[in-house]
């Protein structure tokens, strides 16, 4: 599965972002796609994800919850990350990233294995 993430910009404290995730490849019902995060001079962390099918199973950092949301449209095969209330602290590069199977807990970037190139997002105060 190959992954190309979009959407990333330049927006004001309190404003909303739009990122997407399109998947090109084979996906199965325990397909699992998901976000992450990098700031400078910070590790990877998990956001969000959301099963591919058997209903809207999503998951949600504590950092992010209440402010965005994931979602999914199968057939176009591409996922969505809604970022409403950005604050400064959300500046990152944003990765998308797919597993095979739900997992239990919040993930870590190795529990996924295919990736997106990034697409950056900073807001400024």
């Known amino acids: 599965v190959q992954l190309q993430a979009s959407g990333g910009g330049l927006v004001q404290a309190g404003g909303s972002l739009r990122l997407s995730c399109a998947a090109s490849?084979?996906?199965?019902?325990?397909?699992?796609m998901g976000w992450f995060r990098q700031a400078p001079g910070k590790e990877r962390e998990f956001i969000s994800a959301i099963k591919w099918s058997g209903g809207s199973i999503t998951r949600y950092a504590d950092s992010v919850k209440g402010r965005f949301t994931v979602s999914r449209d199968n057939a176009k095969n591409t996922m969505y990350l809604q970022m409403n209330s950005l604050k400064s602290e959300d500046t990152a590069v944003y990765y998308c990233?797919?597993?095979?199977?739900?997992?239990?807990?919040?993930?870590?970037?190795?529990?996924?294995?295919?990736w997106g190139q990034g697409t950056q997002v900073t807001v400024s105060s």
């Open positions: 490849g084979r996906t199965f019902s325990n397909f699992v």
């Open positions: 990233a797919s597993r095979w199977g739900w997992y239990a807990g919040i993930p870590g970037p190795g529990d996924f294995g295919s």
